[in-house]
């Protein structure tokens, strides 16, 4: 038998618990994966606790879409994929789990430099990091201002921003500088007088910002410094975005991602794994928990832990 974590109503992080469910078999089109490691991602918590639309639980739920493990068993009309391939996937239905079945078209090849956690922390924040800044234009010339840079999106946010010419400002809070720094950004802390700092930080003015805050301060600053609102984009206050004249990209957004942002967002895993092959990216790794810690997990990820969690099954 197989484990997975599921709950069966809205709520706080104990709603989650583990389950035995049969081994999965995959269809066609699919890989079996066993899970090395389950990536915990914040709009996971926010669904659980009911703060996202979703439909109402019918049956108990399964949760967690990225993660990193071993192929064991290939389906009907699948390519370049055998058992004991190592990969990592995103979008499955239920990655905090022993096993699981996932599209072909959603699972790459892990290289040997990359761990199974680093590879379980790259579904949504490489894909939604990657797709915002092609959404944007962000490259040469620019000088892009991101909220919670410290983040695990903000991260991949400013590493790609940086390869592609950007000058990146990122806010943080203090203890958070020096990653900031190491991934080629300059660190401003949030908190009053940003707007402030983020203007003698980059006297050249701010061409293009990214909210992954969420914070009132964080929309104000952007509306203050970015002359085109075409170029400031929201991940998390996707539902005011339309009343501020801003983009947004999901994150509570009633207009679904299109299908040019999707293709981005499924390209991101490989393309990240390429540079973290060559050293050219880095993931910052944060605790990890066995899977039926999921709860744990959880309450340490809302708490603001630093680094990417992981569960390990
Ligand atoms: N729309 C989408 O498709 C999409 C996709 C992925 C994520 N998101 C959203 O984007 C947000 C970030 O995700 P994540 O995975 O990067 O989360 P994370 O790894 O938990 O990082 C959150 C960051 O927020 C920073 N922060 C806390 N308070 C802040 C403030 N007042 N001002 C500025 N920064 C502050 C923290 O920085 P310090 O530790 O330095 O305080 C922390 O680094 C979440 O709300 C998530 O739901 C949206």
Redesign the pocket.
């Known amino acids: 038998m197989a484990s997975a974590i599921v709950y069966t109503e809205f709520g706080g992080p104990e709603v989650l618990h583990p389950i035995e469910i049969p081994d999965p078999i995959p269809g066609e089109g699919e890989v079996a994966i066993h899970v090395e490691a389950a990536g915990v ?3 996971e918590w ?1 669904i659980r606790a009911g703060f996202r639309p979703s439909d109402p639980i019918a049956e108990p739920r399964r949760i967690g879409g990225d993660g990193a493990g071993v192929i064991t068993a290939v389906g009907e009309g699948v390519d370049g994929f055998r058992p004991g391939q190592t990969v990592v996937f995103f979008g499955a239905s239920g990655a905090y789990a022993s096993d699981v079945v996932v599209a072909a078209s959603r699972v790459t090849p892990r290289p040997p430099q990359v761990s199974a956690a680093e590879g379980a922390a790259l579904g ?2 490489a894909g ?1 990091a990657y797709q915002t800044l092609r959404s944007l234009g962000v490259g040469t010339g620019d000088t892009l201002l991101v ?2 840079g ?5 991260q991949t946010v400013i590493q790609y921003a940086v390869l592609w010419g950007a000058t990146v400002i990122a ?3 203090e ?2 500088f020096d990653r900031i720094r190491q991934l080629g950004a300059t660190p401003v802390a ?1 908190g009053e007088g940003l707007a402030d700092r983020v203007r003698e930080a980059a006297p050249q003015g701010i061409s293009v910002s990214i909210d ?4 009132d301060e ?1 929309l104000q600053t952007s509306l203050d410094l970015v002359a085109d609102r075409d170029r400031i984009a929201t ?2 206050r996707g539902r005011d975005a339309a009343s501020l004249g801003i983009r947004a ?3 509570g957004s009633p207009v679904p991602l299109t299908a040019q942002q999707l293709a981005w967002r499924a390209e991101a895993v490989p393309v990240t794994l390429a540079l973290m092959a060559a050293g050219r990216f880095s993931v910052e790794l944060g605790p990890s928990f066995p899977l039926a810690d999921a709860a744990e997990a959880h309450r340490v ?1 809302q708490a ?1 832990a ?1 680094g990417k969690i992981a569960l390990i099954p």
């Not at 410290?150 to 903000?154: L, N």
């Not at 992954?212 to 914070?215: K, P, Q, R, S, V």
């Open positions: 991602n914040p709009i926010k949504i924040p939604t909220h919670a410290s983040g695990t999106v903000g806010t943080s809070s203890l958070r949030y992954l805050a969420g914070t964080a991940l998390v990209f999901s994150g990820g603001g630093a």
